[in-house]
C-alpha cells in the first residue's frame, strides 16, 4: 500500500525495528554470497536480535540491531540534517563481550540500508553517552564526516558484512589459541 493511502494507520517503532531487523539480514545473506546466516532471537530478553553465524568460521556473533529512518533536524530548524540517534539499554551491554551493535539508517521506504555503524557493545561505553540507563549515540550519516563513529560506519551492506566476517575470523583465532593452550 503506498503511504499516502495508508490511512489511520502507522508503523509503530516496533514494527520498524523488525523490518531493520529483516533488512539487515537479509543484506547479510546477499553480501556475503550466502557466509553469513541470521538466525532471530524467539526471546530477545538480553536485548540480542541476531545471532549471525560465520558458516566458515564456525562462529556467531550476538547483534542487537537499532534502526532509524530519518536523520535529527539541523540544530534550531526543521530542516533535516546528517546526525542519527540510537539508543540502547543498559542491559544489553551486561551480557555478552563479544557482541555488537549494527545501528541503521535505513532509506525513507524501508526496503535498503542507507548507512550503518558496527560497533562491538564493549567499546560502546567508552563512545556514547549515558542517559539513565540507556547509552545515546549520534553518528554523522555522510559518507565523508569525521566523528568518533567514523572508524565503525560501514558505507554498504558489503562492508557491514566483510566487518562482521573479519570479526568473526577474529573470534574464531581467539578461541583457537584458548584450546591449543589448555
Known amino acids: 500500500m503506498p503511504a499516502g493511502e495508508r490511512g489511520k ?35 530477545d530478553d538480553d ?13 556467531a556473533i550476538p547483534v542487537q540491531v537499532k534502526t532509524r529512518t530519518k536523520t535529527l533536524n539541523k540544530s534550531g530548524t526543521t530542516t533535516p540534517g546528517s546526525g ?3 539508543e540502547v539499554r543498559e542491559a544489553a551491554l551486561r551480557e555478552f563481550d563479544y557482541a555488537h551493535l549494527v ?19 564493549p567499546v560502546l561505553r567508552g563512545v556514547a553517552r549515558v542517559a539513565k ?19 565503525f560506519r560501514c558505507n554498504s551492506p558489503a562492508n557491514l558484512s566483510e566487518r562482521l566476517i573479519k570479526t568473526a575470523e577474529q573470534l574464531a583465532a581467539i578461541s583457537s589459541k584458548k584450546k591449543s593452550s589448555a
Open 9 to 43: 494507520y502507522a508503523l509503530t517503532s516496533t514494527q520498524i525495528g523488525v523490518i531493520g531487523e529483516n533488512v539487515v539480514a537479509n543484506a547479510l545473506l546477499l553480501a556475503s554470497g550466502g557466509r553469513l546466516s541470521p538466525f532471530y532471537s524467539i526471546a
Open 47 to 59: 536485548g540480542i536480535d541476531l545471532l549471525v553465524y560465520d558458516k566458515e568460521t564456525g562462529v
Open 84 to 86: 542519527v540517534h540510537f
Open 103 to 121: 545501528a541503521v539508517l535505513l532509506h525513507e521506504d524501508m526496503t535498503e540500508i542507507r548507512r550503518s555503524w558496527l560497533i562491538p557493545m
Open 133 to 151: 540507563d540507556k547509552f545515546v549515540i549520534r553518528p554523522n550519516a555522510e559518507r565523508s564526516s569525521l566523528d568518533k563513529f567514523t572508524p
